[in-house]
């Protein structure tokens, strides 16, 4: 039996992680990319990679590596750091950027012709924040926008070799990304997304047989709390 398998960037955390353990429930394979594997699932069907993302070398030789047979790529990983624009160091921009848009960039770049000949499917993890203005989040909004543009233009170019692209957009999300934020989400399960939830999104467009080019998520409610007062 030839099991399916999967790349899943930010695999031991978060949204990733959710993806990760829903992928092995269901008999994936999982080539699971990231830094810390302390929460990463006991699993003989998972793989650890670890990687520095903004690392390029790196990360071309890991993908070339590992690239063969795979039918799924989740760009999922992501970073953000919030507050004034003017405040980001140049060394945050880059991350921000380096994770969020231009690794996704070129991992999809490495595997398009694996998945071309496997008629795989890429699914890219944005954010809500891609769809509208962001103050405070500027940098963090302008990488996830440009990896919605980016999804949807492989969208058209891949769609008639078989290849399905989607985008799926989560709103704030009860995970550890907005530690470091000025703000986090309200206390309350109506106002933030589960990671679970998050990540049943990447089930509903693999349970398609036909290519699901958009999917936002909303909490029920919206209210955001600050930490500290921003001006």
Do not use: Q
């Amino acid at each position: 039996m030839i099991m399916n398998k999967a790349i899943v960037t930010g695999a031991t955390s978060g949204i990733g992680l959710e993806i990760t353990k829903g992928l092995l429930e269901r008999g994936w394979f999982v080539y699971g990319i990231g830094r810390d594997f302390k929460n990463a699932p006991e699993n003989d069907n998972f793989c650890r990679v670890p990687l520095d993302l903004t690392d390029r070398e790196a990360l071309t030789g890991k993908i070339t590596e590992i690239r063969k047979g795979v039918t799924l790529l989740i760009n999922n990983a992501g970073v953000g750091y919030f507050g004034l624009h003017e405040e980001l160091s140049p060394r945050k921009i880059h991350e921000i950027t380096a994770v969020n848009l231009e690794a996704p960039m070129i991992i999809t770049g490495l595997m398009l012709r694996e998945l071309k000949k496997t008629g795989g499917r890429i699914i890219n993890i944005s954010s809500h924040a891609a769809k509208h203005s962001s103050p405070h989040g500027a940098a963090y909004a302008a990488a996830k926008a440009g990896l919605t543009h980016f999804s949807e233009s492989i969208f058209d170019e891949a769609r008639k070799y078989g290849v399905y692209v989607s985008a799926i957009h989560p709103d704030i999300t009860a995970t550890a990304f907005y530690d470091s934020a000025s703000f986090t989400y309200e206390e309350g399960e109506d106002f933030s997304l589960s990671p679970k939830e998050a990540a049943e999104a990447v089930f509903t467009i693999l349970s398609a047989d036909y290519p699901i080019k958009d999917i936002t998520l909303t909490p029920k409610k919206h209210r955001i709390r600050y930490k500290n007062k921003v001006n």
